[in-house]
């Protein structure tokens, strides 16, 4: 463990540190959770299954008064579903950052739209 100023939450740089790069954060995942992982890869359910269900719910219940959320595997999923009920379709001309993930785009170029990318 690091002695910095993060104490026993400082990882190990992968570059070491220098006036030439900059740590933008030492990611610290509690013990508790890389409990629930190791259940989780050890049981049968490592996609769609209870923990997703659960954390669903208690996603509606404390921020949808609940309606019904529902979760996807990723960014670039959620946007995707996002167009998709914004009614975006072929032909829709989108503006977009100049400067974003590709995330952003390539849910617009699935459904046939046009952009500047």
């Given at each position: 463990m690091g002695g910095g100023i993060l104490g026993r939450f400082e990882d190990e740089a992968i570059l070491e540190l220098s006036d030439k790069n900059i740590v933008?954060?030492?990611p610290h995942i509690p013990s508790s959770?890389?409990?629930?992982?190791?259940?989780t890869l050890n049981s049968r359910w490592i996609g769609q299954g209870p923990k997703v269900d659960l954390f669903e719910n208690l996603f509606s219940d404390m921020f949808l008064a609940g309606d019904k959320a529902i979760s996807v595997n990723s960014g670039t999923a959620a946007l995707h579903l996002s167009y998709l009920l914004a009614n975006?379709?072929?032909?829709?001309?989108?503006?977009?950052?100049?400067?974003t993930c590709t995330a952003t785009n390539i849910p617009l170029?699935?459904?046939g739209c046009k952009s500047d990318l």
């Amino acid at each position: 463990m690091g002695g910095g100023i993060l104490g026993r939450f400082e990882d190990e740089a992968i570059l070491e540190l220098s006036d030439k790069n900059i740590v933008l954060f030492h990611p610290h995942i509690p013990s508790s959770a890389l409990d629930e992982i190791s259940g989780t890869l050890n049981s049968r359910w490592i996609g769609q299954g209870p923990k997703v269900d659960l954390f669903e719910n208690l996603f509606s219940d404390m921020f949808l008064a609940g309606d019904k959320a529902i979760s996807v595997n990723s960014g670039t999923a959620a946007l995707h579903l996002s167009y998709l009920l914004a009614n975006l379709s072929a032909g829709d001309e989108v503006l977009c950052p100049v400067f974003t993930c590709t995330a952003t785009n390539i849910p617009l170029l699935y459904l046939g739209c046009k952009s500047d990318l």
